[in-house]
């Protein structure tokens, strides 16, 4: 790979969901990161995007993390999110948050030209190809409407899952359309959330697969939690679960054994 020096110094912001409920997604992330050739640091006084403030209608909250935030990524070569959630964030709504902010603002787009989502980091900007083989199952993937809307992901994790030995995704009716998480959508909206992930997990169990991946947590928490309900046998895994090869340990919403 190179001496380290020539490495792109990455900032992986791991996000709150990750954090939280799913560290092996960074896990992951990093190994995926490494194996592309970059030098991978996970900064302590990283905080929340802000996302959750801007989105319930608390501006100066968000800005508050926002300016935060850019206090603690703003020196890496490049800022890689596993979410197209968080990446919108970063990517499109931080540097019109801070506009008005003649300190921040100017830092916040700079920082938001080289924060990308983890899939179109590793395909367009890092030229990764090939990846381990996968174990065979029957598996297909959900777009999450931020990853596609915002960041334009939708080749990249077919070419990524098909570059590996048995992977193949079979594509489902509404891969595309939204699953009803939205963030506080799903609690502001319960009855038409519920709705919007039935229609999501009928689609997928059309399929025959056994797996869904997709490139947000909060999508699959919501999908895998519906899927649970339904008493269905899909497992959910996180896309960099899959592209790692660890997708072999308990699925989202799974327990231990």
Same mark, same amino acid.
């Given at each position: 790979?190179?001496?380290?020096? %020539?490495?792109?110094?990455?900032?992986?912001?791991?996000?709150?969901?990750?954090?939280?409920? @799913?560290?092996?997604?960074?896990?992951?992330?990093?190994?995926?990161?490494?194996?592309?050739? =970059?030098?991978?640091?996970?900064? !302590?006084?990283?905080? #929340? #995007?802000?996302?959750?403030?801007?989105?319930?209608?608390?501006?100066?909250?968000?800005?508050?993390?926002? @300016?935060?935030?850019?206090? +603690?990524?703003?020196?890496?070569?490049?800022?890689?999110?596993?979410?197209?959630? =968080?990446?919108?964030?970063?990517?499109?709504?931080?540097?019109?948050?801070?506009?008005?902010?003649?300190?921040?603002?100017?830092?916040?787009?700079?920082?938001?030209?080289?924060?990308?989502?983890?899939?179109?980091?590793?395909?367009?900007?890092?030229?990764?190809?090939?990846?381990?083989?996968?174990?065979?199952?029957?598996?297909?993937?959900?777009?999450?409407?931020?990853?596609? @809307?915002?960041?334009? $992901?939708?080749?990249?994790?077919?070419?990524? /899952?098909? *570059?590996?030995?048995?992977?193949?995704? /079979?594509?489902?009716?509404?891969?595309?359309?939204? =699953?009803?998480?939205?963030?506080?959508?799903?609690?502001?909206? *319960?009855? /038409?959330?519920?709705?919007?992930?039935?229609?999501?997990?009928?689609?997928? !169990?059309?399929?025959?697969?056994?797996?869904?991946? +997709?490139?947000?947590?909060? =999508?699959?928490? %919501?999908?895998? &939690?519906?899927?649970?309900? @339904?008493? *269905?046998?899909?497992?959910?895994?996180? $896309? +960099?679960?899959?592209? +790692? &090869?660890?997708?072999?340990?308990?699925? /989202?919403?799974?327990?231990?054994?």
């Amino acid at each position: 790979m190179g001496d380290k020096s %020539n490495k792109p110094r990455i900032g992986l912001f791991a996000t709150c969901l990750v954090d939280m409920f @799913r560290p092996n997604v960074g896990f992951s992330t990093i190994e995926l990161l490494e194996r592309a050739g =970059c030098e991978v640091v996970v900064p !302590e006084a990283q905080v #929340c #995007c802000g996302q959750p403030a801007y989105n319930s209608g608390a501006p100066e909250d968000a800005k508050e993390f926002g @300016r935060q935030f850019v206090d +603690a990524f703003e020196h890496f070569d490049y800022v890689v999110v596993p979410s197209g959630s =968080c990446g919108g964030m970063l990517n499109h709504h931080l540097p019109t948050l801070l506009g008005d902010d003649e300190e921040y603002g100017p830092r916040a787009e700079a920082l938001a030209k080289k924060t990308h989502e983890l899939l179109f980091f590793l395909y367009r900007i890092m030229g990764m190809r090939e990846l381990p083989d996968m174990d065979g199952q029957a598996m297909t993937y959900h777009d999450s409407c931020s990853s596609l @809307r915002e960041h334009g $992901v939708r080749p990249e994790p077919r070419a990524l /899952i098909n *570059s590996m030995k048995n992977g193949q995704i /079979i594509e489902h009716e509404t891969k595309d359309v939204c =699953c009803g998480f939205g963030g506080a959508f799903c609690v502001k909206y *319960s009855d /038409i959330s519920t709705s919007m992930v039935d229609k999501k997990c009928a689609s997928l !169990e059309e399929t025959g697969a056994t797996m869904v991946a +997709a490139g947000d947590l909060g =999508c699959l928490l %919501n999908i895998a &939690g519906r899927l649970k309900k @339904r008493g *269905s046998n899909i497992k959910a895994y996180h $896309v +960099a679960e899959v592209l +790692a &090869g660890h997708a072999d340990g308990p699925a /989202i919403g799974e327990g231990e054994q």
